[in-house]
């Protein structure tokens, strides 16, 4: 039986994923394939990703691809109920609602890998971390797909440890999803998030973004075409950089604290703003995480500074200082573009999840010849999905002459 909040919300949830499939061609060409080919026939497919309508679109090309799908959410904040009942009523087993408490949270995850899948897509790790304490659920396991950089990087973790037990693909590396999805879709879909929920200006204002990796870089970017003025901090010197001459004012943490009016942190890393920020920051000033895990500043510093805690609007936590300063909290510090908005544009999650079911079909096909490592996806699968989406686009792209591809092969 499936864990969700109320069927009834079946028919919303329905027509958002029909919206998400019109502006979703490359799923659609494969769709098409895997109907006729059944790759994933006699397979099944339990999926671990932000459970809203482009998700939605990868569990249906899954199974139109003849595997059994099961899915649950990969933050309790970015489930969206109506999605959960439209698949449910679809046939796909779900096991998810928005707000879970952490151990329902974990439950759903369980009860999702409980189905002891073949393959499985995972957002930040979290499925992989679970199979070490429920090992019986990997019976059937041949390999599976991470989608982020920090599953990425936790992945690499366990190769370095030795513990990982199976394969896995780091669809997060290809050039079709971080140079896209992590770039240009976090870069939009932060922004929408924050002017939606806040209703302020960004022009004029102080941007201060930490980190310049492929999300934060997306970030500061759009902030300063939205006219902001934009400080970005960083621990690297080549990203800080790479910063500087992209034309960011590039400092540190401790110096931008007084002077930002909005921050927003996208490092992976977690204790980027803590107390003595907090402490130096201006009354009103906004703080927001657009990285996998709520840790990136430190809510329980802030707490512990405040002598009270107060809803102020939507998505938005005012935290009163003993100054009576307030430093307002956007998406209780988990992920602001996918909580208090709508999460990437349709036609990049297009791209990103194209990557997975591809990734996850050559891993079917190949996993027992693999070993428990982490594999790039191959340049073959990268290059088709960019191939079908310029077409969807209607862009025209040049071809090598033989004589060209000899000369660059260095036969001159």
């Not at 979290?126 to 920090?150: M, R, S």
């Amino acid at each position: 039986m499936p864990t969700i909040r109320d069927i009834s919300l079946a028919p919303l949830g329905l027509k958002r994923i029909e919206w998400v499939r019109d502006f979703m061609p490359v799923l659609d060409a494969l769709e098409k394939r895997f109907i006729a080919e059944k790759p994933f026939a006699g397979k099944r497919v339990s999926v671990c990703v932000h459970l809203e309508a482009k998700t939605a679109r990868l569990a249906l090309l899954m199974r139109a691809g003849g595997a059994e799908v099961a899915v649950t959410g990969s933050n309790p904040l970015s489930t969206k109920d109506d999605i959960c009942a439209a698949l449910a009523s679809l046939g796909i087993e779900v096991h998810a609602f928005f707000g879970a408490t952490p151990e329902e949270y974990k439950e759903h995850q369980r009860r999702t890998l409980e189905f002891c899948p073949h393959i499985i897509i995972d957002d930040g790790g979290d499925f992989v971390t679970l199979l070490d304490k429920y090992p019986q659920y990997a019976t059937n396991l041949i390999g599976g797909c991470e989608e982020t950089t920090t599953g990425i990087s936790r992945l690499k973790a366990r190769v370095r440890a030795g513990t990982l037990r199976f394969p896995m693909m780091a669809v997060n590396d290809a050039n079709c999803k971080h140079l896209f999805d992590n770039r240009h879709g976090t870069g939009q879909s932060v922004w929408d998030a924050i002017m939606y929920s806040t209703n302020n200006m960004v022009t004029g204002k102080t941007v201060v973004v930490a980190g310049y990796g492929f999300c934060s870089s997306g970030i500061a970017m759009r902030a300063k075409g939205l006219g902001a003025n934009v400080i970005v901090t960083e621990v690297n010197p080549y990203r800080a950089l790479e910063a500087a001459m992209d034309g960011f004012r590039v400092m540190r943490m401790d110096d931008a604290a007084p002077i930002g009016d909005i921050f927003v942190c996208a490092t992976g890393c977690k204790d980027v703003i803590t107390k003595r920020h907090f402490e130096r920051m201006k009354n009103n000033a906004m703080v927001a995480n657009a990285g996998h895990f709520d840790v990136e500043f430190n809510k329980d510093d802030l707490r512990s500074l405040s002598t009270e805690v107060f809803d102020r609007k939507p998505f938005i936590d005012g935290y009163r200082l003993k100054d009576e300063r307030i430093i307002n909290v956007l998406a209780d510090g988990r992920l602001v573009n996918i909580v208090a908005g709508n999460g990437h544009p349709a036609e990049i999650m297009d791209m990103s999840f194209a990557i997975q079911a591809l990734s996850a079909k050559y891993i079917m096909e190949h996993g027992a010849s693999l070993e428990n490592k982490l594999y790039n996806v191959p340049d073959e699968i990268d290059r088709e999905v960019a191939l079908i989406k310029l077409e969807a686009m209607g862009l025209g792209l040049d071809r090598l002459t033989p004589e060209q591809e000899a000369y660059l092969n260095g036969e001159f």
